[in-house]
């Protein structure tokens, strides 16, 4: 593309590609000088002219050394980015049906959900915590909302590979940071808003004003879709532009689940729309789960898919990896892995797991917290799992450069009356879990979920995943099979 497509008054001269982070090698690219939390791109020119950039763009004064470099200055370098990267790979999300899903919990299962159904009418891509997924392709998740760059580009990729919508996880601190505010959202969801990411937006009004954002910045004939059950549910949306529509199971609303009978396996509901009701069986479990479905079936049937037509679907949606995954090897104990790395979604789980467990039986439960971030709500955890289980793992969890022990001792904190072990190495902790493990006994492994991976003191290290640990112990170590190791 020309540098003229995307500026006026500028040199003819060709661009392949993009360029934030300046250790990137990226031919004939332009660089933007973005202010990060750590960082400032200004700083950073040089090393961004010798990987390749011939147009910077930046904010501040800066001497202008290099006669074959093009310089830019503009008022807003985020806002030029977005609009330039838009351009520059073609208007993706304007080509797609785009779900645009933000929240504390619930995003990647909402997402997922969304993805699954809508697949079976056209071809959609999902993007999140996850991973990233279109058509046969499945990559690696990048962060939660990718940068601007990498959003703009995947989203390309899918419109390239034939995709019609997708599902995207809006994070706050992916809106906050303006990685979305170049897409077009035709519908946005708002799941909940609990104690999380303290450490970066400092106060619970910040994380709610970051999350507000998504919805004041929708279009007219988009579709803002919230909870009304949640506190913030009518806060979030009062200044959105969009049509406003609701649901949820206690207060009066668009989609109101009306009765609802949770099982072991399955759940069935009774959905209310209007004047009319549906009966609606599912294999998704626990009661967050009901809210989850409920936001997926409103976005999807205000975008036009009937109730009826979902039906089908909705009856054995596909397992999503590491959020309320049932392990079912043979073993006479539940197993259940999930990503819940905040008080609220720790304390979901845990009363899921109290539904599901027969009297006398015991809750067995495996967390940590991760290291450098947001270390208040650690004693919060502890407080919780001291109301609902019996036996408490406390092990690692991307503890990064922090001890592991320091972090299992702040959860500790608030654990007064239930026993609680602490066992450093994750893989060692899911051992003892399930070898302490009786009939009818529940074991949650709490916050890693399906991740790949584990951060270190030395950065990102490979990491099976709780799910593959799982079923690579029983299969090993309690039922003594052999593996392929």
């Not at 930046?58 to 985020?78: A, G, L």
């Not at 072991?264 to 209310?272: E, G, H, N, S, V």
């Not at 009297?359 to 067995?364: A, E, P």
Request: hydrophobic share 40%; proline share 3%; charged share 25%.
């Amino acid at each position: 593309m020309k540098l003229t497509e995307l500026f006026e008054n500028v040199p003819d001269i060709e661009i392949r590609s993009l360029m934030a982070d300046s250790r990137r090698r990226r031919p004939d690219s332009i660089f933007f000088c973005v202010k990060g939390m750590m960082f400032d791109g200004h700083a950073f020119i040089e090393q961004a002219i010798q990987n390749g950039a011939r147009v910077i763009v930046h904010s501040e004064d800066i001497e202008y050394t290099h006669s074959d470099v093009t310089y830019i200055k503009v008022r807003d370098v985020v806002g030029v980015f977005n609009k330039v990267a838009d351009a520059f790979y073609g208007y993706p999300s304007h080509k797609l049906l785009m779900f645009g899903i933000t929240g504390t919990n619930g995003k990647s299962s909402i997402s997922c959900i969304i993805r699954d159904i809508l697949n079976e009418f056209y071809p959609t891509g999902y993007i999140g915590t996850i991973s990233i997924e279109y058509g046969s392709v499945k990559l690696p998740p990048m962060l939660t909302t990718p940068d601007i760059d990498d959003l703009h580009g995947v989203l390309k990729d899918m419109v390239d590979a034939g995709m019609k919508a997708c599902a995207l996880e809006a994070s706050s601190i992916g809106i906050e940071q303006r990685r979305t505010d170049a897409i077009d959202f035709d519908v946005a969801v708002f799941t909940n808003l609990t104690h999380d990411h303290l450490d970066y937006h400092g106060t619970m009004t910040n994380y709610y004003l970051a999350k507000k954002e998504l919805f004041d910045g929708l279009k007219e004939d988009a579709i803002a879709i919230t909870n009304a059950d949640d506190p913030y549910g009518m806060k979030i949306v009062e200044n959105t532009k969009a049509k406003v529509v609701t649901y949820g199971i206690d207060n009066d609303a668009d989609y109101r689940v009306v009765k609802y009978q949770l099982m072991k396996d399955r759940t069935r509901l009774t959905l209310k729309i209007a004047n009319m009701e549906y009966e609606i069986e599912t294999n998704l479990v626990a009661r967050f789960n009901i809210y989850n479905l409920l936001a997926a079936i409103a976005a999807l049937h205000e975008k036009g898919i009937s109730i009826t037509q979902m039906l089908p679907y909705i009856r054995d949606l596909s397992q999503i990896e590491g959020r309320m995954q049932r392990i079912s090897d043979g073993q006479p104990f539940n197993i259940l892995v999930d990503f819940a790395h905040t008080p609220d979604g720790i304390e979901k789980v845990c009363q899921y797991a109290s539904a599901i467990t027969p009297k006398g039986k015991r809750i067995i439960a495996i967390t940590g917290s991760a290291g450098k971030r947001d270390t208040v709500k650690r004693p919060i955890f502890g407080s919780i799992l001291d109301k609902y289980c019996d036996m408490i793992i406390l092990t690692e969890d991307d503890p990064r450069d922090e001890s592991v022990r320091n972090i299992a001792m702040d959860i500790a904190a608030g654990i007064k009356n239930t026993n609680y072990i602490i066992i450093e190495e994750r893989y060692d902790a899911i051992r003892e879990a399930i070898d302490m493990a009786s009939a009818n006994d529940t074991i949650i492994i709490l916050g890693k979920g399906d991740e790949k991976f584990i951060y270190r003191e030395f950065g990102r290290e490979p990491y099976e995943g709780d799910d593959t640990i799982v079923h690579e112990v029983l299969k090993k170590y309690y039922f003594g099979e052999e593996t392929d190791e």
